[in-house]
């Protein structure tokens, strides 16, 4: 697992750097806690210009700002019947960077098929973070595309 933990440069500088990353952490695991609960209905970790984006799937686009967001995020739940995302692993990339490894579940209203069916059962989501907000997210449907875009590995 790729992990910003262990950065060099001065005790100072680390420590700092660690506390961001913590705290950057934090956020992202308790957008998490909610959506694993199916609660999707809080927008307070979100800047207000955040930028949404669906990198791959059957909608790919990108949304600005809250409204546009949640638009996105309730045309997407409002196909699904059952749909549930549960986080397998957070990974820390760098100080405003969290990436989370999903595992989804839910089947189509209109087609009847089930999320694993459509190569959807393993995605990502990247959240961008400043200040305690996050910026962008990044939604990859196929977790291996977010592996690729990011010059990550498995």
């Known amino acids: ?48 210009e955040i930028e949404y984006k669906q990198a791959d799937g059957p909608s790919p686009g990108t949304w600005k700002g809250l409204p546009a967001m949640s638009s996105a995020f309730r045309d997407w739940l409002s196909a699904w019947e059952g749909w549930t995302a549960e986080a397998e692993d957070y990974r820390e990339l760098d100080d405003e960077r969290v990436i989370v490894m999903t595992t989804s579940s839910g089947r189509g209203k209109t087609s009847g098929l089930g999320v694993r069916e459509l190569g959807f059962a393993h995605g990502a989501n990247l959240f961008h973070l400043r200040e305690g907000k996050v910026t962008t997210l990044v939604t990859y449907w196929n977790r291996e595309n977010a592996l690729t875009d990011l010059g990550l590995e498995e």
């Open 1 to 48: 697992m790729l992990c910003a933990r262990h950065r060099s440069g001065s005790p100072q500088s680390r420590r700092s750097g660690a506390v961001a990353i913590s705290a950057n952490l934090d956020l992202v695991r308790s957008i998490y806690a909610d959506w694993e609960r199916g609660d999707f209905s809080s927008v307070e970790w979100a800047d207000p």
